[in-house]
Each structure stands twice: as structure tokens, then as C-alpha cells.
């Protein structure tokens, strides 16, 4: 069959400057760059190229640029280059099309059109470089009450397990098998470090990971992968995962490919069969079911680990976390439309879902009018891409955010959106052991701390431009907020008001 | 620390200990009207009753937090711990380890045994919803019928069911290692049986329901030759038992009979394993059921 599809990438290789040193060959995992067997010269298969820029970084003589492939387009909106594209794979295999990262479809990305306020004259700024700045969150729900001995000066009774982050930023759960043993070395390094979390995801503890348990979000998913009382008990909290940003409504499958003798252990199943998660859990078909699984967890691990519960955004979302807050989850963590993962059906990830700037200001909204927000915590996660975000969620109502693709792209991922190849040529969403071993977990933390430790910074120069010294005051306010470029009804959602109002 | 403790996993490395807490005050609530568990559950009889074979607990309308604190202070004191009066509570035999048995009289409520870690549980009477639900391993024995999602997702130790199974029994199975979930149906199972099994190995004696198996990927399920469906989903394969299979079922099929033969079922007829010759044996075709669905 005719093969219609053509480049999505030119590689631009500038003759002049290359110094034939071929390590673009030894480093391109796609098999882009290679040597004639004509003649020996240095030669590129566009057609293979994914742009994920490993080349262009790594090329000693800067000779290498990836463009987009001259071809134009046949002038129709509707039907573009991309468009085309798609429909010539599928009329050519029948299959349901495979995407990875976050949605890439120009929708509003609504962090854009909310700006911070600051202290002008009426009420001082705080320098934080000079006075204390709290950015400690603790996550977990809290008693309505808080009953004290007050002649023994002790609390009556015990408060429930919560999670201490000494900065308002998670790692977004990425299971081993998705993404390789070294890139959650990494993040489990960067996490203690730093005095945060990891999330390990649906896929197991790998053993060398326990020595951070800590550290570590333990993932309880449809496929219950690796979950073992073991298991429950070796992280700090556990996290049901209902839903992912991404893929809201369906589970995944790991291909047979990925499942090697490490991920199989982890995960405890054979080697090279599909890992596949269901898209329910079949223990879940109602807030009274998530109960359910609530407390079996908490009975499990004797009521001395949160239990969060992650959701994809989705319409009612606000209706479901007040479900989730009386199913008794400690911390809901909800995951917008743009969140990122390693394999998704390219039309779940391109439409379905809806934007985390909105879900969560309608989810806090909702359980500050039912008068549940203080039981529970709120995460907020997918595409969190900068400082000002962070601040931008926790305004909106989030105590902590998450996350993810930021993290990778600190360690070296530059976004192609090919993780299902399995070729990743960063060592980051990949089992091959060629390419897991260019990810150091040493450096690749080193990267991931200096990025959250500049975010903090940035974090507490907000926070004191707007004459706040502690992150538990910017939450939920939303006056630190306001709109631009946003109609009533967006503002109505996001709880804010218009600039210059 | 008592083995109730703190979690080990064979070969794993050191962790920290996670003590679980201290039975709550409150179980005096659950075991009220018996003198000697609530001693127990007050831990007067620490010392002297670590030698006790069995405590009874009578559970009533306990809530199933309290009841669950009451059976596992209980288990700290004895082996066996019988329960009598259960009126539904949740989690019993929550992540129970090896060398302890629960004797259950009464109904069970859902999630009996769920994460069980080499304990072994007996119900006279029937289990409600997800019995042994992501079981690790042990032995749970139930005289007479257990509800939807029963095994879910189980990994390790057998499942013995006399009479019927709900909806969606024994889905999401999966082996690893010597890890082999075993789960024996003395009576009819309801739709979507084995969905989605990655591993382990199912006994039906009675009828499967409809969509049997279907994304199943591993393991094995032996039902009647008379009930295999016309309509098998694809990717399935019913085929004549090998040696291998014979000594499985075989074994199953003996340990059947030993926990039920001749226990009269509430519609009147008496439990009694199937012989070996009228099974076959239900397979997958592919380990990979779905790698062509994508295409990128």
C-alpha cells in the first residue's frame, strides 16, 4: 500500500559547520541520522525524525536544526497538513491513532489570562529575601474541630496523617514501565531532597526505590499492579487513581514490549504480556464504592497514611470532589485536560476532559459552599509550566500542585510526544537499556531541584510583592487575581474579577 | 512486634516498621456480651493467652472499624479468632498474614480478605461483594455463595467458592513467579467472568454467564465441556486438558470436595465436585490481545 504520509520534520543539517564526528548517528535511537552505504557520506530520513531535539543539543559543532517540512498545506482550515496526516495512517492500518504528553490543540490556556496583584502604597510588600516567607503546605483533611487537653496542653485526639511539603509542588505520578527506573530515580531524589513527594504510579515500587518510601505516593489503579500490604505500607500516602488528565474515562495498556524481567517484578506479572488497566475499577461504580476503597486501604495500613484520590477534569467535577471529599478521601488531586502521559488514543487526549484553571476553581467554589473545603486537601495538576502558575492555582484553591511534564523537561524531554516509541532518546520514557543509561539520576535530580528551588524563589517574590508571607493566605484568594481577555461567563467560573475592576 | 505488625515481603529489603495502632477503646462496644474477647481486646490477657488456640469475638452490629480493631487485637492474642454474629462488617481478614485463620459465622460484608497476605478465612454462610479482593495470598473458603467481583485482581492463594459467583468474578487475575491465584466456583458464575485474567486459574462447575473471558490474556479457565458458550469471544481457545492441566484440576477438583462434599445447597442440592473428564480447559490465544488496536 502507497504510503501517504510524508515529514512532519526537515533536518537541517548545515554542511559547513558539521564536523563529521557522526554522533548524531550513535545518538538518534529513531535511526534519522545515518551513514551511506554508497558513499560514506552523512545523510538524514526526515520521515523518521520525532524533533526531540536530541541531536540539535548534543551536535559539537551546532550544525544540526530540525524545521517544519516545507510542504504546504492545500489552503483549507479544516483540512491541514495534521489533519490529513491522521487520516492517512488510519486508512492505512485500521488502528486507533497513539499520542503521548499533555493536549496540544490550541485551546485557552486560561493561566494566560489571569494576572497576579502586588502591594502598592496602601499596604507594604515583603522582601523575602530579608523576612520569613512560609511556603510549607500540609496535605490531609482536617477535623472540623480540634479538641485539646488543655491542662496537659496536649491534643485529645490525634490528628490525622498528613503530608508535609516544604514546598507547594508535587511530582506527578509516572509508573515504571511508562517512563524508565532511572527518570523515578530521579524524581525520588529531587523529592527528599527538596522535602516533597513522588508518586510512583499505577506500576509498583521498584526495590531500589523503597529507600525513599518517605518520599513516595504509592498508586493504587484499576490493574492493582504490585499492590501488596507490602506496598500499601511502604510510602508516605497512597493514591487511587480514578482518572488521568489525558485520557479521562479510559484505562492503559502497557504494550508486552516494555514489560521487561524489572517492570515485570515491579509490577508482578509475566514478562512481555500487556499490562492493561481497566478503564473502571470494578469495585467502583458510585461515591459509596470509592468509600469502599477508601477505607480498605486505610484498614489496611491501620488509618496512618492519607489516602488522595486523583480524577481527571471532567464536566461535573465539581459535584464528583464533593463526592470524593464525603467518600473520605484526605487529598483530591484533580488532573486538567492538558495533563501529560505516556500512551493516550490521540482523540481522548485532544478532546476530552476540560481545563484545570476552571475545574479547580469550580471544585473549591463547591466545597467552600458545602462547607467541606477544610476537610480535604486540594492538588491541582496539567500544565503547570512556571512559578506564576503555581501561584495562579493556589489562588484559585489549590493547596499544592503537581507536576510532571515540567519535571521531565528539566531532566531533558523537549516535548516530541513520541513516549510510546519507547525510543526516547532522552532515557526518559523508554526500557532500553542503551538509552535509560544516557539519563544520569544524579544530575537529572540536580536539574529537577534547581528548577523547583528557582520556582520557590519566585514563589515567595510573588507572594511578598503582594504583601502575603505565607502560602496558606494566597489560598482560595482569589482577589490576588484578575482577568483579562475573559468573558462573564469564564470570570463567573474562575471567581475572579475583570483588570481594572 | 507481633507478625501482625509490621509487612514483609519475601527477599525485600529492610523498611522501616509500621506498627499498626493499638486496638481503639471502642472495641469494647463490639464484644460487649463476651467476656473473654473483650479481656482480650483490653489486652488483660496478654501475657497469658498468647497460648490460647481460638478466641471467639461477637461482632453484632458493630461498625467495621471497631470490629475490625476487636478481631485484630484478637488475632494478636490467638491464632484463630472465630467470629460469630457477623452482621456485614467490611475488611475482615484486611492484609492477614500467614499462620492466622478467621472462622466466620454469619455474613461477611464486602472486601472480606482483601489484600490477604497468607491467612486463611472460613465463612459458614455466604460472602457479599469483592471476597479476596487483590489477595495476595492464603486460603478463603466459602460455604455458600459469594457476590460480584469476587477475586478481584487476586494474585496469589486459592478462593473456594460452594455455591455461586456474582458478576465479574475473578478479573483482573494475574500471576507472577509462584504467585498463582486459584479460584474454584462450585455453582453458575454471572457475566464477564475472568475479564480481562492475565493469570491464575479458574474453576466453573456450573454455567458461565455472558462476555466469558473476554480480554482475557493469560492463565487458564476449566469449565464443562456442556457449558462452553457458542459464542466464544475472540482470541479464546477451548481446548482438551493436557497432563498438566489434569493435575491442576485434578487437585482443585479433590479440594472441592474436601472443604463442601456433601453439604446440602439452600436449593437442595448437595455440593459435589464435576469429574475431571468433563472439563476443557480455556486459554488465551495471545498474551498481547490488543497489540494492533494503535496505530501512531
Request: one cysteine or more; charged letters at 20%; proline letters at 5%.
Amino acid at each position: 500500500m502507497l504510503d501517504c504520509r510524508i515529514p512532519r520534520y526537515k533536518v537541517l543539517r548545515d554542511a559547513d559547520e558539521c564536523i563529521h564526528c557522526n554522533l548524531c548517528v550513535r545518538e538518534c535511537a529513531n535511526e534519522v541520522h545515518y551513514l551511506s552505504k554508497k558513499t560514506g557520506a552523512l545523510k538524514a530520513d526526515s520521515m523518521k525524525c520525532v524533533n526531540c531535539q536530541r541531536c540539535t543539543v548534543l551536535c559539537p559543532a551546532r550544525a544540526l536544526a530540525i524545521g517544519n517540512w516545507p510542504q504546504v498545506d492545500c489552503g483549507s482550515a479544516a483540512w491541514n497538513l495534521p489533519t490529513m496526516a491522521d487520516i492517512a495512517t488510519q486508512s492505512q492500518t485500521g488502528g486507533v491513532l497513539l499520542a503521548s504528553m499533555g493536549n496540544p490543540k490550541p485551546y485557552h490556556i486560561y493561566w494566560e489570562h489571569l494576572l497576579l496583584n502586588a502591594s502598592q502604597v496602601t499596604n507594604p510588600s515583603i522582601d523575602p529575601l530579608r523576612e520569613p516567607m512560609e511556603t510549607r503546605v500540609l496535605l490531609g483533611s482536617r477535623p472540623a474541630h480540634l479538641r485539646v487537653n488543655e491542662r496537659a496542653r496536649t491534643l485529645a485526639e490525634p490528628l490525622p496523617p498528613q503530608l508535609k511539603l516544604d514546598v507547594p509542588i508535587l511530582f506527578a505520578a509516572m509508573s515504571f514501565g511508562s517512563v524508565s527506573l532511572n527518570t523515578q530515580k530521579a524524581l525520588a531524589l529531587a523529592a527528599r531532597e527538596l522535602g516533597t513527594y513522588f508518586n510512583c504510579g499505577e506500576g509498583g515500587l521498584h526495590r531500589d526505590l523503597e529507600p525513599f518510601g518517605e518520599h513516595a505516593i504509592v498508586q493504587v489503579a484499576s490493574g492493582r499492579f504490585g499492590v501488596d500490604p507490602y506496598y500499601l505500607n511502604a510510602g508516605a500516602a497512597i493514591e487511587i487513581k480514578i482518572g488521568q488528565g489525558a485520557k479521562p474515562g479510559i484505562g492503559g495498556h502497557l504494550p508486552g514490549e516494555k514489560i521487561n524481567a524489572e517492570v515485570s517484578r515491579t509490577r508482578m506479572i509475566p514478562e512481555g504480556t500487556d499490562a492493561i488497566s481497566p478503564a473502571p475499577h470494578h469495585d467502583i461504580y458510585s461515591i459509596e464504592d470509592l468509600r469502599q476503597l477508601v477505607f480498605s486501604l486505610k484498614e489496611a495500613t491501620g488509618y496512618r497514611k492519607p489516602v488522595a484520590v486523583k480524577v481527571a477534569a471532567v464536566h461535573n467535577v465539581a459535584a464528583i470532589a464533593s463526592g470524593m471529599a464525603r467518600a473520605g478521601a484526605d487529598i483530591i488531586v484533580i488532573d486538567g485536560f492538558r495533563g501529560g502521559t505516556g500512551a493516550a488514543p490521540k482523540r481522548i487526549r485532544d478532546n476530552v476532559g476540560i481545563p484545570i484553571e476552571l475545574a479547580l476553581a469550580a471544585v473549591d467554589e463547591r466545597l467552600r459552599q458545602e462547607g467541606i473545603r477544610s476537610t480535604v486537601s486540594l492538588v491541582a495538576s496539567g500544565t503547570i509550566r512556571n512559578s506564576a502558575d503555581v501561584v495562579r492555582a493556589v489562588a484559585l484553591g489549590a493547596d499544592a500542585v503537581s507536576i510532571g511534564s515540567a519535571a521531565l523537561v528539566a531532566m531533558g524531554c523537549h516535548q516530541c510526544g513520541d513516549c510510546s516509541s519507547g525510543r526516547c532518546n532522552w532515557g526518559i520514557a523508554t526500557q532500553r537499556p542503551d538509552l535509560t543509561a544516557r539519563l544520569n539520576p544524579d544530575q537529572a535530580a540536580e536539574r529537577v531541584v534547581n528548577l523547583v528551588r528557582g520556582w520557590n524563589r519566585e514563589i515567595q517574590e510573588m507572594m511578598g510583592g503582594m504583601g502575603i508571607n505565607a502560602i496558606d493566605s494566597l489560598r482560595g484568594n482569589r482577589l490576588m487575581l484578575r482577568g483579562v481577555g475573559l468573558n462573564e461567563k469564564e470570570l463567573e467560573i474562575l471567581g475572579v474579577k475583570y483588570a481594572g475592576e | 512486634m507481633s507478625d501482625q505488625t509490621t509487612f514483609e515481603r519475601e527477599g525485600g529489603a529492610g523498611l522501616p516498621e509500621h506498627p499498626l495502632p493499638s486496638a481503639p477503646e471502642v472495641t469494647a462496644v463490639t464484644v460487649e456480651q463476651n467476656a473473654a474477647a473483650q479481656a482480650v481486646a483490653e489486652g488483660a490477657m496478654a501475657v497469658e493467652t498468647t497460648s490460647v488456640a481460638s478466641v471467639t469475638v461477637e461482632l453484632g452490629t458493630s461498625h467495621f472499624r471497631e470490629a475490625n480493631a476487636a478481631v485484630r487485637a484478637a488475632l494478636e492474642q490467638a491464632n484463630t479468632v472465630v467470629l460469630t454474629e457477623v452482621f456485614a462488617q467490611r475488611y475482615l481478614g484486611c492484609a492477614m498474614k500467614a499462620g492466622k485463620r478467621l472462622e466466620i459465622h454469619g455474613t461477611p460484608g464486602n472486601d472480606l480478605a482483601c489484600y490477604m497476605d497468607g491467612g486463611s478465612v472460613e465463612v459458614f454462610g455466604s460472602a457479599q461483594d469483592q471476597t479476596a479482593n487483590t489477595m495476595n495470598a492464603g486460603s478463603v473458603v466459602v460455604h455458600g455463595r459469594s457476590g460480584d467481583a469476587t477475586g478481584y485482581a487476586m494474585r496469589g492463594g486459592e478462593l473456594l467458592i460452594r455455591d455461586d459467583a456474582g458478576w465479574r468474578a475473578a478479573i483482573n487475575m494475574k500471576q507472577y513467579g509462584d504467585r498463582r491465584p486459584m479460584v474454584v466456583i462450585g455453582g453458575d458464575a454471572g457475566d464477564f467472568l475472568g475479564e480481562y485474567m492475565a493469570g491464575g486459574v479458574v474453576v466453573l462447575m456450573g454455567r458461565p454467564g455472558s462476555h466469558l473471558a473476554s480480554g482475557m490474556h493469560g492463565g487458564v479457565v476449566y469449565l464443562q465441556r456442556a457449558h462452553v458458550p457458542s459464542n466464544l469471544p475472540q482470541g479464546l481457545v477451548a481446548c482438551d486438558l493436557d497432563a498438566e492441566d489434569a493435575k491442576v484440576l485434578g487437585g482443585l477438583l479433590a479440594r472441592y470436595d474436601r472443604c463442601f462434599a456433601g453439604e446440602v445447597r439452600p436449593d437442595g442440592t448437595v455440593a459435589a465436585a464435576a469429574p475431571l473428564e468433563a472439563f476443557v480447559a480455556l486459554r488465551p490465544a495471545s498474551s498481547r490481545p490488543y497489540a494492533a488496536l494503535y496505530a501512531s
